[in-house]
């Protein structure tokens, strides 16, 4: 009796995952889902310029004043991996940088990375970027929101293969993979951006899963 009432728990608490799973999707290079990333090679047109990634024309827009914007663009010295790389690393740590970074088998570049180190303060006096911020200041959550929701409006609407990828979530609660987000959370400091699902709750405040969401639903009327 007792090892059947184990056995059905057991059958139960399975079940109960594969609800939650099914009402959950994970996204991000975490995750593995590469097209949904910000670092993504996904080029797209905004503000007259051509960003080679979500997260270039995010960092340009919120960090930098106007007049550094051309540097992050996909003709700009940090607008590519290749000519990025070298500016925000040290010299003998590209060629690592570069193969874990690059292009692969399963995935596109993930170019995202030059925009995300170029920004660090120190790094971008060194490279001629004038900030406006040096971190994503919560104050600004009304802009961050709306500044982001129209860049990746404007990447999903340019590239056919992440649009498709996103749009395949359907109705799932999407959650940007941050596999620390719990111990974070435990701290008092649940990340902003990215969560975790435990017990079938989001720990962390999934700001990026929200704004995709909302994001699918636009894409999802103009589909229709």
């Known amino acids: 009796m007792r090892s059947g009432g184990r056995d ?3 059958r139960l608490h399975r ?3 594969l609800r939650i799973w099914q009402d959950f999707s994970y996204f991000g290079s975490g995750a593995g889902v590469y097209e949904l990333s ?13 960003w ?5 024309a995010y960092q340009a827009a919120y960090r930098c004043e106007k007049e550094s914007w051309p540097k992050l663009a996909c003709d700009g010295e940090l607008g590519s991996l290749g000519r990025g790389l070298p500016l925000v690393f040290k010299k003998d740590e590209v060629p690592k940088k570069a193969k874990h970074w690059g292009a692969k088998k399963n995935r596109p570049a993930m170019v995202g990375i030059v925009a995300k180190m170029a920004v660090k303060p120190e790094r971008a006096a060194k490279l001629g970027l004038k900030l406006r911020r040096f971190s994503d200041d919560e104050r600004d959550l009304g802009e961050i929101k709306k500044l982001f929701t129209e860049i990746l409006l404007a990447k999903y609407r340019a590239n056919s293969r992440a649009r498709a990828k996103l749009l395949s979530t359907e109705k799932k609660q999407l959650v940007e993979f941050d596999r620390g987000a ?6 008092g ?3 902003l951006w990215t969560g975790l699902v435990q017990d079938g709750e989001v720990v962390g405040r999934n700001l990026m899963g929200e704004l995709m969401m909302e994001v699918r639903e636009v894409l999802s ?3 229709a």
Request: glycine share 0%; aromatic share 8%; with cysteine.
């Open 15 to 17: 079940v109960a995952c």
């Open 221 to 223: 009327a103009e589909s």
């Open 38 to 50: 910000n670092f993504c090679d996904a080029p797209f047109e905004l503000w007259n310029l051509k």
């Open 8 to 10: 059905r728990r057991s």
């Open 182 to 187: 719990k111990r974070l959370a435990d701290k």
């Open 52 to 56: 080679p990634s979500s997260e270039h």
């Open 189 to 191: 400091k649940p990340p």
